[in-house]
Each structure stands twice: as C-alpha cells, then as structure tokens.
C-alpha cells in the first residue's frame, strides 16, 4: 500500500520559516519525482517545487528563493524549506509522487502565515 505522509505544518508569522517532511512507503522512492503542491483557500492546487531522481529542481516563480525541496533516498523522505514567509503562501500542501503512470497524493499539511 502506497502512503505518503506529510508533518511540518503550522501557523508562522510574516517573514517566518517552516520546514514540511514527506515520509514516502510502498513504492521503490528513488524512481520517482517527487513533488510539493499548494492549494491556497478558493483556487487550484499548483506545483511550488519538484525535484527529479536525478535531484533536479524546479520551482514556482512566487517561491524561488525562499523555498528549498530536498530527497534522502534511502529514509525516502522529500523535504521542504519554505524561508521568507509570506501571507500569500498560506494553504494545504500536498506531497506528490510520479513515475510512469503511477501518481500519488499525500493527504496534506496546513500552513498559515498570519501575524
């Protein structure tokens, strides 16, 4: 059974830092690219960062250079660094995981960026 489990969430000022975990099980991690989407209160989720097997990176052009995605392979885990808080970053985020046709979600963490 494929889970994806994300932690790390939480309400954080302006200008404030978190740091969401993806814990990857049931599927060969190192295959696949593996993702962190946002879904802001009344819009469409939308990619914020990936990074491939080959650990290449991409980001949203509202998060570069404030949010970092990084894999350990062997604790099949992706990370992500979100520095620079800002209000507009407020929403769910959801891990992601694709390789092929295979396409998997994670449940989700709440973060809040609010004085």
């Known amino acids: 059974q494929v889970q994806l489990v994300e932690s790390g969430g939480g309400l954080v000022q302006p200008g404030g830092s978190l740091r969401l975990s993806c814990a990857a099980s049931?599927?060969?991690?190192?295959?696949?690219?593996m993702g962190w989407y946002r879904q802001a209160p009344g819009k469409q989720r939308e990619l914020v960062a990936g990074?491939?097997?080959?650990?290449?990176?991409n980001y949203a052009d509202s998060v570069k250079g404030r949010f970092t995605i990084s894999r350990d392979n062997a604790k099949k885990r992706v990370d992500l660094q979100l520095n620079g808080l800002k209000p507009e970053d407020t929403g769910d985020y959801y891990c992601?995981?694709?390789?092929?046709?295979?396409?998997?979600w994670g449940q989700g963490t709440q973060a809040t960026v609010s004085s």
């Open positions: 992601n995981a694709r390789w092929n046709i295979r396409n998997y």
């Open positions: 049931g599927i060969t991690f190192s295959l696949y690219t």
């Open positions: 990074i491939t097997p080959g650990d290449n990176t």
